[in-house]
């Protein structure tokens, strides 16, 4: 068994998904007046530790903003799982659903059959951070095989602060 591994420096792909709000969005794209995206891929409703990962991604994501990174949140979810969620969480940044098994597969992430009807109805993906910078380049990306292993979030906010200060001329990693 292989997986196509997502390269680090490697073009985003344009994913496109709805939201909640009833809109399709660009998962790579950030909204104005941001220049970097930070696409969060979340296991999806039936996961308690996603759950708990995204509101505290929600205590941090105005310091993500300052310092220019949009933040999204995604699963393969449908709308009706999804909004079922959301009463569970308390964020603001937007939440969108619907990835297909060949979305998932594009970026490369872990898929994951459910154990059973009371988990969930489909494929889901394992979670994943990929953080896209201006050139739509994916600068920072990090993916799990299961929902135990997760970056802390205030390493990574630190993390790209300093890369994102132009006197630090941080490149890539991991490319060679």
Known sequence: MTQ?????????????????????????????????????VYRGQHCPLCTRYLNELETLAAEYNKIGVDVVAVSADSKAQLEQH????????????????????????????????????HVFAEPAIFVINAEGKVQVLDMSNGPFARPDLKVLLQGLSFIRNPENNYPIRGTY
């Open 4 to 40: 196509q591994k997502f390269l680090a420096g490697a073009t985003f792909p344009e994913i496109q998904v709805p939201t909640l709000e009833e809109e399709t969005i660009t998962l790579g794209k950030p909204n104005t007046p941001f220049d970097w995206k930070m696409v969060v």
């Open 86 to 121: 959301k009463t569970k969480l308390n964020v603001s940044y937007p939440l969108a659903y619907g990835l297909t098994v060949e979305q998932m597969q594009q970026l490369g992430l872990y898929l994951s059959v459910p154990r059973s009807e009371k988990e969930t109805d």
